[in-house]
Antibody, heavy 120, light 109 residues
Framework: EVQLLESGGGLVQPGGSLRLSCAAS????????MSWVRQAPGKGLEWVSS????????FYADSVKGRFTISRDNSKNTLNLQMDSLRAEDTAIYYC?????????????WGQGTLVTVSS | QSALTQPRSVSGSPGQSVTISCTGI?????????VSWYQQHPGKAPKLMIY???KRPSGVPDRFSGSKSANTASLTISGLQAEDEADYYC?????????FGGGTKLTVL
């Protein structure tokens, strides 16, 4: 059974940093592109970043480029998102999601999300 | 990286059919056959309902169908049921990025 469990969310001041993690199980982690998608309170879904199965290719939304860094540890089946220079508009639930096949942008499994609140 | 355009809300009675549109541009919806649709109930994670424009993951009822014409994709739900009431999001690959629609709230009357 595929499971994705996010952690690392919390309250952080503007300008601060936070590192999210997603522990994956139930599938061959290194074989799939993984993504982070966020949802601000009462708002829609917003793609944040994706990383290829090997970790060699990364992709970012313009809204987070230069501030967020996606990475993965295939030996530990873990996906990470380092978030720096956080802004109030980064407040959201952050979901990790697994590609439906290798390098697809479409995600068939999602975690339950972790809440990030950026506020002073 | 502009969001895809979806109607804010649609509604239908049980047993009826509804269609939700999703309009993009030639560099996202129009340029790729990687359009997906997600259902989200309040407080829950999104659930994949349609991928590759018209394919259904296992377990998704065949009442859900997808299509695409030029820069507009559509999700049709036939035989509406109460449990279909949810938010629906379209999503498209755009090469080096991914773009979601703003979401459509489906109300089952």
């Amino acid at each position: 059974e595929v499971q994705l469990l996010e952690s690392g969310g919390g309250l952080v001041q503007p300008g601060g940093s936070l590192r999210l993690s997603c522990a994956a199980s139930g599938f061959t982690f290194s074989g799939y592109l993984m993504s982070w998608v966020r949802q601000a309170p009462g708002k829609g879904l917003e793609w944040v970043s994706s990383i290829s199965g090997s970790g060699s290719s990364t992709f970012y939304a313009d809204s987070v480029k230069g501030r967020f860094t996606i990475s993965r540890d295939n030996s530990k089946n873990t996906l990470n998102l380092q978030m720096d220079s956080l802004r109030a508009e980064d407040t959201a639930i952050y979901y990790c999601a697994k590609a439906i096949r290798g390098s697809s942008s479409e995600s068939d499994y999602w975690g339950q999300g972790t809440l990030v609140t950026v506020s002073s | 990286q502009s969001a895809l355009t979806q109607p804010r809300s649609v509604s239908g009675s049980p047993g009826q059919s509804v269609t939700i549109s999703c309009t993009g541009i030639s560099s996202d919806v129009g340029g790729y056959n990687y359009v997906s649709w997600y259902q989200q109930h309040p407080g829950k994670a999104p659930k994949l309902m349609i991928y590759d424009v018209s394919k259904r993951p296992s377990g998704v009822p065949d009442r859900f169908s997808g299509s695409k014409s030029a820069n507009t994709a559509s999700l049709t739900i036939s035989g509406l049921q109460a449990e279909d009431e949810a938010d629906y999001y379209c999503c498209s690959d755009a090469g080096t990025y991914v773009v979601f629609g703003g979401g459509t709230k489906l109300t089952v009357l």
